[in-house]
């Protein structure tokens, strides 16, 4: 059985950091590009940031390009999320997701990912 499980969320003020984590099992960890994805309440959820099988090729929404970084460490089944220079509207369930196809394209759409996490709490105070 194929599970990616998050951590890292939690509560941080205006301008703070923190780093999501991405645990995955039960795949062959190296030939899964990677993703993250968040939703706020009331609305859909929406593209952060992914990256390829090896980790050469990355990709970020507008809204976080400069201060979010993706990471890969394949092997130790990991994916990360940095998150730095936080804001209030950073604020979201965080989920992680996994996908066997190359991401050169669709990288941002929900439903290129196979795999999806059970999503984690970033609240981010004003």
């Known amino acids: 059985q194929v599970q990616l499980v998050e951590s890292g969320g939690g509560l941080v003020q205006d301008g703070g950091s923190l780093r999501l984590s991405c645990a995955a099992s039960g795949l062959t960890f190296s030939n899964y590009a990677m993703g993250w994805f968040r939703q706020a309440p009331g609305k859909a959820r929406e593209f952060v940031a992914a990256?390829?099988?090896?980790?050469?090729?990355?990709y970020y929404a507008d809204s976080v390009k400069g201060r979010f970084t993706i990471s890969r460490d394949n092997a130790k089944n990991m994916a990360y999320l940095q998150m730095n220079s936080l804001k209030p509207e950073d604020t979201a369930v965080y989920y992680c997701?996994?996908?066997?196809?190359?991401?050169?394209?669709?990288?941002?759409?929900?439903?290129?990912?196979?795999?999806w996490g059970q999503g984690t709490q970033v609240t981010v105070s004003s």
């Open positions: 997701a996994s996908t066997p196809f190359s991401i050169a394209t669709g990288w941002g759409t929900t439903t290129k990912y196979k795999y």
């Open positions: 990256i390829s099988w090896s980790g050469g090729s990355t």
